[in-house]
C-alpha cells in the first residue's frame, strides 16, 4: 500500500491526501487547481520552496505565480540563469555580472575582452530564446560545500568561490542546466519553457535585462531611462575599487583579515565628502532658497538634511529645517485610499496652498507664523513660531514628496535645490546574485521600528508592501528630478545591520505568513559575517536606525 502525507492547501482550503516524497509540481497536479496563472513557486510551512521540493512529512502549503514577490524573484533567478549559460556559450572565457536594478530592469556588464556594441545583443536575446524553447529541465542537486567550492573554481568563479568559503555550511545546492552550473541563493524555475516573456536592450556600456511587469505580467515594465540613477551607482562602483569591495564574499573575506576598521573609516568618509561636495554645489547656486531633500522610507534622508545642513553651515549659509508633516490637513479632509482608510502618505494630505503661500512670503522677506500639526487630535494648528528669513538663511525641508513639482508648483524654480537620497545597496552576493536596495531598506526599517516606535518586525514586514506602493506612486516617478543624488548605503552596513535584525526576524511566529519574508531575510543574512556596532561612529547615517546618533531626532 502506498504512503501517503496529508496536504492542507491554503489556495483552496482543503486537505488532501497525497503520496509520499511527491514534488510541488506534481501535488499541484493532483489538486487540480485552477489558478490564473501557472504556480511557479510555494510557501510551504511558510518558507519559500520551488516546485522541484518534495514532501515527506504533512505540511501547509500555498502555490504562487509570478504577481507575487516570491514568484517574481524566481522567476527574475531563472532568467539569469538561462542569459548566463546562453552568454558563455556565445563568449567563451567572458564574464557576466548581473548587477544594478535601473530603468524597470537590470543592467547586466559583460566582460567579452572588448566594448560590447549593439550587434551583441541580438545574438544573446536569440540564443536566449532558443534555451527556452528547447524546454530544458532546470535540475536542482546538493553536494558537499567543498565539492561544488571545485566545481566553481574549475569554473573560476571566483566570487562564488569567496561566498561559499565564507558560509561555513557542509552542503551547499546549486543547479544544472543542460551541463551549465551556476549556484542562486533562492529558488529556480523547473523548465525553461516556463520563461514566457522578457527583453534585452543595449544599455550604455552594457545591456539591460528587462522583465514582466508584476501588475500586468503579460507586459514587460516600461523602460524608463534613469540616467541620474545609473550615474550614482557608477560612482558607488568607484568608491567599491577603491575598497576592493564588490561581493558579500570580498567584505567577509575583508572583515576576516582584520580590515574592518579601515572599512568603516573609508566608507565614511567618501560618504562625507559627498555630502560636503553637494553643500559646495548649493553654495555655488548664489540664488538657492530651498533645498528639497526627497527619499522613499528608510533612506536616511533624515539625516541627510541634517549632515547637509552642517555642510551648509561650513560654507556660511544658515539652514533653518522645516517639516513638511505640519503641512498636514485637518484629518477629516486627508484623502482616502481605495479602502477607505486615511491615505497619509497621498500629496493633498499636505496643504498645498498654505506651504507655497507661506515660502514664497518667506522669499520675499515678509514674516510668517508656521503650522503645528496636532497629531493627537488631527488639526492643523498655527504654532506661534515667527520666522523671517536672513540673507543668508536657505530653508531645508525633508519629506517624501519633496520632488513631487507639485508641492512647489508656485514658487520660482531657481530657487530650488533638489535632493534625492536612497540606500541603492551595490554590493552583490557573488557575480549572479543581487541583493535588492529594498531589503536594505526594510531591514533598516525593521530595527528603527522596532527601537523608536515599539513596532514587531511582523508588523513592519505586514505592512511594507503598502509602503512600498506609495513609494511606487509618489517618490520613484520624481527621483530624476533630482539636482543631485545620494547613496546612503553604507558598503559595510550589511555586516552591522545583521546583529539587531536577526533577533528581531526570529520573534517572527512561523504560523504567520510574514514568516516568510522574515525566513528569506534570516537566510540573506546568513551569507555576511558580522561587524560590531561600537565600531561604527556617532555621526553615521547608519545611527538614525542602529541608535547612539550625535544628532538629535
Known amino acids: 500500500m502506498e504512503k501517503t502525507i496529508t496536504i492542507r ?60 514577490e516570491s514568484g517574481l524573484r524566481t522567476y527574475t533567478r531563472t532568467l539569469f540563469f538561462v542569459l548566463c549559460k546562453a552568454a558563455h556559450e556565445l563568449w567563451e572565457g567572458c564574464k557576466v555580472t548581473i548587477d544594478i536594478p535601473v530603468s524597470n530592469g537590470y543592467y547586466v556588464d559583460l566582460q567579452l575582452g572588448r566594448p560590447v556594441t549593439l550587434d551583441d545583443v ?67 524555475l523547473t523548465n525553461t519553457s516556463q520563461l514566457y516573456l522578457f527583453g534585452l536592450e543595449k544599455y550604455y556600456d552594457g545591456m539591460l535585462l528587462r522583465l514582466p511587469s508584476q501588475s500586468n505580467p503579460n507586459e514587460l515594465n516600461e ?13 558607488h562602483h568607484r568608491w567599491q575599487d577603491i575598497l ?77 529645517n522645516i517639516s513638511l508633516d505640519d503641512y498636514f490637513v485637518d484629518r477629516e479632509n486627508t484623502p482616502r485610499d481605495e479602502s477607505g482608510d486615511y491615505d497619509f502618505e497621498h500629496l493633498h494630505a499636505l496643504n498645498l496652498d498654505l506651504f507655497n503661500e507661506q515660502l514664497n512670503a518667506l522669499f520675499r522677506g515678509e514674516e510668517v507664523e508656521l503650522p503645528r500639526y496636532d497629531f493627537a487630535t488631527g ?33 520660482p524654480q531657481e530657487l530650488i535645490y533638489r535632493v534625492y537620497a536612497s540606500a541603492l545597496t551595490t554590493l552583490l552576493l557573488d557575480n549572479h546574485n543581487y541583493i535588492p536596495a529594498t531589503d536594505n531598506r526594510l531591514l533598516r526599517r525593521i530595527i ?15 505592512r511594507w508592501p503598502s509602503v512600498r506602493k506609495g513609494e511606487n ?21 550589511l555586516a552591522v545591520i545583521k546583529g539587531q535584525a536577526e533577533p528581531l526576524l526570529e520573534r517572527v511566529p512561523e504560523n504567520c505568513p510574514e514568516y516568510a519574508e522574515a525566513y528569506r531575510l534570516r537566510k540573506f543574512l546568513h551569507y555576511i559575517h558580522p561587524i560590531p556596532e561600537d565600531q561604527i561612529p556617532p555621526t553615521s547615517l547608519l545611527r538614525e536606525f542602529l541608535g547612539g546618533s550625535s544628532f538629535v531626532y
Open 9 to 68: 492547501c491554503r489556495n483552496n482550503g482543503q486537505t488532501t491526501e497525497v503520496p509520499i516524497g511527491s514534488s510541488l509540481e506534481e501535488i499541484y497536479q493532483l489538486l487540480g487547481l485552477q489558478m490564473e496563472l501557472p504556480p511557479i513557486i510555494a510557501h510551504v510551512n511558510n518558507k519559500v520552496e520551488g516546485m522541484h521540493y518534495r514532501l515527506y512529512k504533512p505540511k501547509d502549503v500555498e502555490f504562487l505565480d509570478i504577481t507575487s
Open 379 to 411: 488639526r492643523s494648528l498655527m504654532s506661534g513660531k515667527k520666522l523671517r528669513l536672513a540673507d543668508d538663511a536657505v530653508l531645508v525641508v525633508e519629506g517624501i514628496h519633496a520632488l513631487n513639482p507639485e508641492l512647489t508648483a508656485s514658487i
Open 223 to 235: 523602460m524608463v531611462m534613469q540616467d541620474k540613477m545609473f550615474g550614482i551607482f557608477k560612482e
Open 122 to 188: 541580438g545574438p544573446l536575446r536569440r540564443r536566449m530564446q532558443e534555451i527556452i524553447d528547447q524546454a530544458l529541465p532546470i535540475r536542482r542537486h546538493e553536494t558537499t560545500t567543498e565539492e561544488a567550492i571545485r566545481m566553481f573554481e574549475e569554473q573560476r568563479s571566483s566570487s562564488k568561490v569567496k561566498l561559499l568559503k565564507g558560509l561555513g555550511e557542509l552542503y551547499t545546492t546549486y543547479y544544472n542546466l543542460d551541463g551549465y552550473t551556476d549556484y542562486y541563493y533562492g529558488a529556480l
Open 244 to 320: 576592493q569591495l564588490r561581493t558579500i564574499g570580498d567584505l567577509n573575506d575583508a572583515i576576516d583579515k582584520g580590515y574592518t576598521p579601515q572599512l568603516i573609516q573609508v566608507s565614511e568618509a567618501l560618504q562625507e565628502k559627498k555630502i560636503s561636495q553637494m553643500a559646495d554645489d548649493i553654495a555655488r547656486h548664489k540664488g538657492t532658497r530651498l533645498v528639497l531633500i526627497a527619499g522613499p522610507s528608510s533612506s536616511g534622508k533624515t539625516t541627510t538634511c541634517k549632515r547637509i545642513s552642517v555642510q551648509l553651515g561650513v560654507n556660511g549659509i544658515m539652514p533653518i
Open 473 to 493: 506612486r509618489w517618490i520613484f516617478p520624481y527621483q530624476e528630478n533630482a539636482d543631485q543624488m545620494f547613496n546612503t548605503a553604507m558598503l559595510f552596513e
Open 448 to 462: 528603527r521600528d522596532h527601537k523608536y516606535r515599539a513596532v514587531r518586525a511582523v508588523e513592519t514586514i505586514r
